[in-house]
């Protein structure tokens, strides 16, 4: 029993030294990429807006995102030939829109839709 109870506490020791290990690599390898990408001016920036160009499936089109870094909501929308949609998060629930629809529905929240994935509502106890 003893020498069983000596081997977990091993095997603990272990695997609690590897996690802190990979989060400290991944701390460091975060802190390198803001040092060579501006530094210290990372630290003024409060929102992250992007626009381009999509190609997909002989078919072109545009997309949009903006991303608040402060609270992590975030709204992203495209158009892909005669395909349209959106994507986002409210800072509780995500929610979602394609091509057209009237209503923005959301994720996991009170109107579940098919583009919500199971496995993240499972992770916050709610169902489809």
Not at 6 to 28: E, F, N, P
Not at 32 to 61: E, I
Request: glycine share 12%.
């Amino acid at each position: 029993m003893f020498r069983r109870l000596m081997g977990i506490t091993l095997a603990a020791s272990v695997l609690l030294a590897a996690m802190s290990a990979q989060a400290d690599d991944a701390t460091q390898l975060l802190t390198q990429y803001k040092n060579a990408s501006g530094g210290a001016r990372w630290d003024a920036v409060k929102t992250l807006h992007a626009t381009g160009a999509l190609s997909a499936g002989g078919l072109d089109g545009e997309f949009t995102m903006i991303q608040d870094l402060a609270s992590g909501r975030s709204a992203s929308q495209y158009k892909l030939g005669p395909l349209e949609g959106a994507d986002g998060y409210d800072g509780q629930h995500g929610w979602t829109r394609r091509n057209r629809q009237q209503a923005i529905r959301s994720c996991c929240g009170s109107i579940p839709t098919a583009e919500c994935s199971r496995a993240s509502c499972s992770a916050k106890g709610r169902t489809l």
